[in-house]
């Protein structure tokens, strides 16, 4: 029974560890997460200020006549890079999230298997004889 209470320990302290672990991944994760909005919001900005430019360029445009075509095709090509930029990071925004809340319900599953083998030791402690069993109620 002490071995089974050994092992018991030692896939507890096994799912501690795991659990440690997986708060480090999550951690990371949101620190990764946290980057990409700050990309993303970078992005946002860079888009804003393009488009504000193209704005300008198509004023500009209007006033040169044949020029205004170029231009106009070129600030859609730099609203098309923006704008695929930002689909790209808005897909590795939600990758990351799937990625988190795969994580987060690990670590639950974890903690719920915990809290069984907790169970699962008191329930050990109170069927041993002796006053050890006394002091643990």
């Known amino acids: 029974m002490l071995e089974d209470l050994d092992q018991l320990a030692a896939r507890i302290g ?3 560890q795991r659990t440690r672990q997986l708060h480090a991944e999550r951690d990371a994760l949101r620190s990764r997460l946290e980057t ?5 919001n970078a992005l946002r900005s860079q888009r804003s200020e393009t488009e504000s430019k193209l704005q300008a360029l198509e004023a500009s445009v209007d006033a040169h006549g044949r020029e205004a075509e170029a231009v106009r095709a070129q600030a859609r090509d730099i609203e098309a890079g923006l704008r695929a930029t930002l689909e790209r990071q808005a897909a590795e925004h939600q990758a990351l999230l799937a990625r988190f ?3 987060e319900s690990e670590l639950q599953q974890l903690r719920a298997a915990a809290a069984h083998a907790r169970e699962r030791i008191d329930a050990v402690l109170v069927r041993l004889p002796g006053p050890a069993t006394q002091e643990h109620h």
């Open 14 to 16: 096994q799912l501690v």
């Open 36 to 40: 990409a909005e700050a990309e993303r």
């Open 101 to 103: 809340e795969a994580r």
